[in-house]
């Protein structure tokens, strides 16, 4: 069963919640610190999750994401080698988000100023709210 990682906007800290992927969209995720509901899903699979979760999941080495999480230029080269594992061009959000994690920026950061990433097939920003 997949961990998902999400960070809540009212403490700021990080958490993971084992969801399978069909509970995914209907489960209530709380903070498993301060028990807010305002919680996001992290950066990580979301990019893949609508067309390419189970080919990704086939490669096995996901799970490196999840200590990845503090070293966005790792992270970058592990969605790079993702990338080419796949075969195909990622498109141009993708690179985007490798762009600006190789500069620096938290994938916090990102999700915030990128806005479109998770924002559409389902993983809106206010599953929470019902
Ligand atoms: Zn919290």
């Given at each position: 069963m997949p961990t998902y990682p999400y960070i809540c906007r009212t403490c700021r800290k990080r958490f993971s919640r084992f969801l399978t992927y069909a509970d995914y969209e209907k489960a209530k995720v709380t903070c498993?610190?301060?028990?807010?509901?305002?919680v996001q899903r992290r950066i990580g699979r979301v990019r893949f999750a609508r067309s390419e979760d189970s080919r990704l999941d086939s490669l096995?080495?996901?799970?490196d994401l999840e200590g990845l999480e503090d070293d966005p230029r790792a992270m970058a080269k592990a969605f790079r080698r993702m990338s080419s594992e796949l075969g195909e061009d990622a498109g141009p959000e993708f690179n985007e988000v490798i762009n600006r994690l190789e500069s620096g920026q938290s994938p916090e950061e990102i999700e915030q100023e990128l806005p479109d990433l998770g924002g559409d097939g389902g993983f809106g920003d206010d599953f929470g709210d019902d």
């Open positions: 498993a610190h301060c028990g807010s509901p305002d096995g080495d996901l799970g």
